[in-house]
T-cell receptor
Framework: EAGVAQSPRYKIIEKRQSVAFWCNPI?????LYWYQQILGQGPKLLIQ????????DSQLPKDRFSAERLKGVDSTLKIQPAKLEDSAVYLC???????????FGSGTRLTVV | RKEVEQDPGPFNVPEGATVAFNCTYS??????FFWYRQDCRKEPKLLMS???SGNEDGRFTAQLNRASQYISLLIRDSKLSDSATYLC??????????FGDGTTLTVKP
């Protein structure tokens, strides 16, 4: 079974620039999550999709972050404009159902300078 | 107070030792619980689910105490390869997941 695919692996941008991350979940997984993990902390949920609908985006900074999951398969997360404090690893995860454990992708390490 | 709290450690133990971590949660409506392992600069990986009756997987034992709202992870006969950060995850029945900040374990020869 192929895992959760994410790209790019690394990204360095200047503050105020924009950036986009891509995620392709495990085939058949209806639930997709984007997490932000700052060094030394646990992952923090940004947004949860069930198929192509948003289940929870309460912690997504909507003034600068956006995410979509067209057709209920792959997803993109965008930051515009980026701030220094957005430097983190952005993890995508998928699961069959919300109450089961997730499978994470390898993440995108973002550095904002 | 954080929804999910873990002792950050670090826990430094010799090979062969038994070590236990606790994780407390504040939402009494929490329904499912997990332990994840995260190696340095890697993604978290599911270690085990935590059931009300407790469960064991080799050297690892997970337990849930709903009355006191905590889960635990016990590692027996620690190996060098067990060195990692252990994250607990608490899910509500609405599917909302909250991660703890992790407990760092270092097993030394």
């Amino acid at each position: 079974e192929a895992g959760v695919a994410q790209s790019p692996r690394y990204k360095i941008i200047e503050k105020r620039q924009s950036v986009a991350f891509w995620c392709n979940p495990i085939s058949g997984h209806a639930t997709l999550y984007w997490y932000q993990q700052i060094l030394g902390q646990g992952p923090k949920l940004l947004i949860q999709f069930q198929n192509n609908g948003v289940v929870d985006d309460s912690q997504l900074p909507k003034d600068r972050f956006s995410a979509e999951r067209l057709k209920g398969v792959d997803s993109t997360l965008k930051i515009q404009p980026a701030k220094l404090e957005d430097s983190a690893v952005y993890l995508c995860a998928s699961s069959l159902e919300g109450l089961y454990g997730y499978t994470f992708g390898s993440g995108t390490r973002l550095t904002v300078v | 107070r954080k929804e999910v709290e873990q002792d950050p450690g670090p826990f430094n133990v010799p090979e062969g030792a038994t070590v236990a971590f606790n994780c407390t949660y504040s939402n009494s409506a929490s329904q499912s619980f997990f332990w994840y392992r995260q190696d340095c600069r890697k993604e978290p990986k599911l270690l085990m689910s935590v059931y009300s009756s407790g469960n064991e997987d080799g050297r690892f034992t997970a337990q849930l105490n709903r009355a006191s709202q905590y889960i635990s992870l016990l590692i027996r006969d620690s190996k060098l390869s067990d060195s990692a950060t252990y994250l607990c995850v608490v899910n509500t029945n609405a599917g909302k997941s909250t991660f703890g900040d992790g407990t760092t374990l270092t097993v030394k020869p």
